[in-house]
């Protein structure tokens, strides 16, 4: 049987696609035809939502949110995935770090702790009146500032990472060479390296874009009235409203708009250096010829000064490079501060001994951890959430690695396709996943039932496993399966005994980011737990809002170390699969 799935490798990809079309492939083609009012067809639904004044105003914020967001992440981000790919290796590995802990804290902990900094009496306020650069708080937080700062705060490393991905792939001879050629950094980072990156900073911006047309949480703990935006409309038409024909049309106008922008910037995102190389060669090579031959001119006129100048500065030092240094260094600091001091204040304000939320604290208590720990809805919420989301581990990793193994043996088209496929869970905005997710569960009568959250989280974390195991597996040479199976060994014990030893730091760090994506969940665990099942983000997600329980600092603090543990985890499994490759091609020659 596992021959025949081998040769035939979309059968190792039916438990992902059975999973994805039952909660949210035939539910969200099921609400299309809703929306549309089948079977008498017709868009009245739409012209209900945009008749109404209201909505559109929702709808142009939502957009002019996402899009502010995105600017400000790619203004801060570029810079310091660019500092971060020219550090020294130390350097570099110390600030990826730092950049990955706050991308696996928990988002609603990061939303709690800026309402901490920027209210009435938080920090910044009580620095300022302190100080008396104001006499009475300054308004921080329920306005627009405070919605780009959490919403920045939680998108800036899905910016960061994607760019350190393409420029750490440059050669940076091509800069060293066009520096040598007279060239100034300014120029020759304009001219080569910044053409190089633009596929991090499309794959970044998409990412970034994307993730904050569905927000929920953010603005609605840090933003006023006037800062709602659709996933907020969109999830109380479905708790509220009867009526899912209309919902269903609000959440296909936010799908609407991420489609027109994924057509626009592409799907694929991706892009090989020599790709990228040939694209910015054909532009450079059109706009030279769109210039004709005043271009020309003027070119050839300026090549003496360019060469004389080249010779008077060959060697001379520069004397800008350090000022530019303790610029950069700035920069970075600002940047991490801006990153780790929330969850440094959550932490030590979890050790408060007031009856109140306070920083500092005027004594240092445990009194909130026992507190945390003595209080059934705590305790029940976190319990149920690891439940949930070891299942969520377990079922995830099975199917994605399955499929992650058959995508791996298909040809380059039907992997693109398919694999698009699996990833849409975690490409839409995630209060649309929720919607279809709740639809599909309903009819299964699922909904308020810990079966319905762990299939509703299992399709995001499937995405997760494969794009992780599918990654091990491009570096995975299969001569040595081939070399196995030369010496009499079946499909079983192959895999058994030469490719799963070999995946299985893949598989686990899936596992540990399928764990993540449960665990942190709460906009489809809104929708779909009904209000009988408490996990620990929905408990964490009522304090928020509500401010009424100081044990969330104490939580806040405890979610807020868990990263170090899932990258301490992260590391003990890359080291301990070192050598294996070279232990696995020994066994395989003897």
């Known amino acids: 049987m596992l021959q025949k799935l081998t040769r035939a490798p979309f059968g190792l990809t039916l438990p992902s696609f059975t999973l994805l079309l039952m909660v ?21 639904n739409y012209q209900r939502f945009l008749s109404q004044s209201a909505n559109i105003y929702v709808l142009l914020q939502t957009i002019e949110i996402s899009i502010g967001a995105t600017a400000i992440c790619l203004v801060i981000g570029y810079p310091t995935a660019y500092l971060i790919v020219t550090a020294p290796e130390r350097q570099r590995t110390v600030f990826i770090v730092l950049v990955l802990i706050p991308w696996l804290t928990s988002g609603l902990v990061r939303t709690y702790a800026w309402t901490v900094i920027l209210g009435d ?9 302190a100080s008396g650069l104001a006499s009475s708080p300054v308004p921080l937080i329920y306005n627009r500032f405070a919605v780009f700062v959490g919403m920045v705060h939680i998108m800036l490393p899905m910016m960061i990472l994607p760019l350190l991905s393409v420029m750490y792939n440059i050669d940076k001879s091509l800069v060293a060479a066009a520096r040598s050629m007279g060239a100034r950094p300014f120029t020759a980072f304009w001219r080569v390296f910044l053409p190089l990156s633009l596929p991090g900073v499309r794959s970044g911006s998409l990412l970034v874009f994307v993730g904050c ?38 959440a296909f106008v936010l799908l609407a708009v991420t489609a027109v922008v ?24 059109s706009w030279l010829s769109a210039q004709g031959a005043m271009g020309r001119w003027f070119n050839e006129l300026g090549t003496s000064w360019r060469a004389s100048r080249w010779q008077r500065q060959l060697y001379r030092a520069a004397a800008q490079v350090r000022w530019v240094e303790f610029a950069g260094a700035g920069f970075m600091t600002v940047v991490m501060v801006y990153l780790l001091v929330p969850g440094l204040i959550v932490i030590i304000m979890s050790f408060s ?5 306070e920083f500092p ?11 945390f720990f003595e209080d059934s809805t705590w305790t029940t919420s976190l319990s149920n959430s690891v439940e949930v989301a070891i299942d969520v581990a377990l079922l995830a990793t099975a199917t994605g690695t399955l499929a992650a193994y058959g995508l791996g043996r298909m040809s380059p088209q039907s992997r693109s396709i398919l694999t698009m496929m699996i990833l849409m869970p975690i490409t839409f905005p995630v209060v649309i996943v929720g919607v279809a997710a709740y639809y599909g569960l309903f009819h299964l009568h699922l909904i308020g039932t810990k079966t319905g959250l762990v299939l509703a989280h299992s399709i995001g974390a499937n995405a997760y496993v494969v794009v992780i195991v599918a990654a091990t597996l491009a570096n995975f040479d299969r001569r040595l399966e081939q070399a196995a199976m030369s010496m009499r060994a079946g499909p079983l014990r192959t895999f058994w005994r030469v490719t799963l030893p070999l995946i299985r730091p893949g598989i686990l760090g899936g596992a540990v980011f399928a764990f993540i994506a449960s665990f942190d969940e709460a906009v489809v665990t809104s929708m779909i737990s009904g209000y009988s099942i408490r996990t620990l983000p929905l408990r964490m997600l009522e304090n928020v809002t509500q401010q009424i329980d100081p044990s969330i600092a104490a939580v806040g603090s405890l979610l807020t170390l868990l990263p170090v543990l899932w990258l301490f985890v992260l590391y003990v499994l890359y080291w301990r699969s070192r050598g294996k490759p070279q232990r696995a091609h020994a066994q395989a020659e003897a």
């Open 24 to 44: 949210f492939g035939v539910p969200i083609t099921s609400l299309l035809f809703m929306s549309l009012n089948a079977p008498d067809w017709s868009f009245v």
């Open 121 to 129: 009496h938080g920090l910044i306020n009580n620095v300022l009146v």
């Open 213 to 250: 047309l569905g927000f929920y949480i953010t603005p609605q703990a840090l933003g006023g009235l006037r800062e709602t935006m659709l996933s907020k409309l969109i999830v109380n038409q479905l708790l509220v409203s009867a009526n899912l024909g209309a919902t269903a049309a609000t």
């Open 262 to 285: 994924l057509s626009i910037f592409g799907l694929d995102l991706s892009g090989s250096r020599e790709r990228v190389r040939g694209a910015v060669g054909t532009k450079r090579r």
């Open 353 to 357: 001994a007031g009856d109140f939320i």
């Open 361 to 371: 604290p005027s004594a240092f208590s445990l009194r909130w951890y026992v507190a």
